[in-house]
C-alpha cells in the first residue's frame, strides 16, 4: 500500500503541476486525441473510402490505445534525465516517476474515451453492445501495464544513450502505418503481413478491435494471451537492464 500511495502521490503533484492555473492545457489534451479521431476519420472514411463497417468504432479501438501508446512513450522517453534533481534528493525509484507519469497520461485518456465513446453513442454513430464497452475499459487495465514497461525501458535506456529519444520518435512514426490502426489487416498483401506478427504493438491494439468493433471473443482471447506473454517478456528485459545498469544509473542521470 505504501508503494501505491507514493505513485499516486506524484501523480497527484504530476497532475497539479501540468495544469496549475491553466484550464486551457488540460482542455488540449483531452481535445487532443478528439481531434485527432475525428479528421482521421473524416479522412479515411470520407475521402479515401476505406471500406469497413462501423468505421467509427474501428477507428476509434485502434485509435485511442494508440494515441495512449506513442504518447506516453516518446514524450516520457526523456523523463528520468529530466527528473534528475528529483532522483538525486529523494529516495525515489526511477521507474515511480515513469509510473505516476504514465498514470498521468492514462487519466487523460480514460477521460478521451468516456467523451468520445458516450458522443459517438448519442449520436448514433457506433452501435454497441454494453458488454463491448466493458471489455474496451477491461483491456485498458491491460494497456495500463504494457504501456508502463515500453515507456520504463525507452525512458531507462535514454539515461545511457542519448539518441534513444530519437530513434522512439522515428519509430513510432513508422509504427502507426505498421500497425492495423485505421485499415483492417485484410487490407495487406499476404506476402507482406508476416511483418505485422514482429509488430509488438498489433496484439493491444486487436485486443481493442477484436472486443470493440466485431466483438470477436475467440479473437480477444488470442489477443489478451499474446499480449500479456509481451508484458511478462517485456518486464523481463526491464528487470534485466535495471539489473545491470542500476550501479551506473545516478551517475549518468
Not at 522517453?77 to 516517476?97: E, Q, T, Y
Not at 515507456?151 to 530513434?167: A, E, K, N
Not at 466483438?215 to 480477444?220: E, G, M, P, T, V
Request: net charge positive; hydrophobic share 55%.
Amino acid at each position: 500500500m505504501s508503494y501505491l500511495r507514493k505513485i499516486l502521490t506524484l501523480t497527484y503533484y504530476q497532475m497539479r503541476s501540468r495544469y496549475r492555473k491553466t484550464l486551457a492545457g488540460f482542455i488540449w489534451v483531452i481535445a487532443n486525441p478528439i481531434i485527432n479521431f475525428s479528421v482521421q476519420a473524416l479522412v479515411f472514411k470520407l475521402i479515401l473510402k476505406i471500406n469497413i463497417d462501423q468505421y467509427p468504432a474501428f477507428l476509434l479501438s485502434g485509435l485511442l490505445p494508440w494515441f495512449f501508446i506513442s504518447q506516453s512513450v516518446t514524450a516520457l522517453s526523456g523523463s528520468l534525465v529530466g527528473s534528475r534533481d528529483l532522483l538525486l534528493g529523494f529516495k525515489i525509484s526511477p521507474m515511480d516517476i515513469i509510473a505516476s507519469q504514465v498514470l498521468d497520461n492514462f487519466v487523460n485518456y480514460i477521460v478521451a474515451a468516456l467523451f468520445l465513446i458516450i458522443t459517438l453513442m448519442t449520436f448514433g454513430l457506433v452501435k454497441i453492445s454494453g458488454l463491448q464497452v466493458l471489455l474496451f475499459f477491461a483491456n485498458s487495465l491491460v494497456l495500463l501495464p504494457f504501456v508502463f514497461i515500453i515507456t520504463g525501458i525507452v525512458s531507462f535506456l535514454h539515461v545511457f544513450y542519448r539518441d534513444v529519444q530519437f530513434v522512439t520518435s522515428f519509430v513510432m512514426n513508422i509504427a502507426f502505418f505498421l500497425t492495423p490502426i485505421f485499415y483492417t489487416i485484410q487490407y495487406v498483401n499476404p506476402e507482406y503481413q508476416w511483418i505485422y506478427n514482429l509488430n509488438i504493438f498489433y496484439p493491444i491494439v486487436a485486443l481493442f478491435q477484436d472486443s470493440f468493433h466485431s466483438l470477436n471473443l475467440r479473437a480477444w482471447a488470442k489477443d489478451l494471451v499474446i499480449t500479456v506473454g509481451i508484458i511478462i517478456t517485456c518486464s523481463g528485459i526491464l528487470k534485466l537492464l535495471m539489473t545491470k545498469k542500476m550501479k551506473d544509473f545516478y551517475i549518468n542521470v
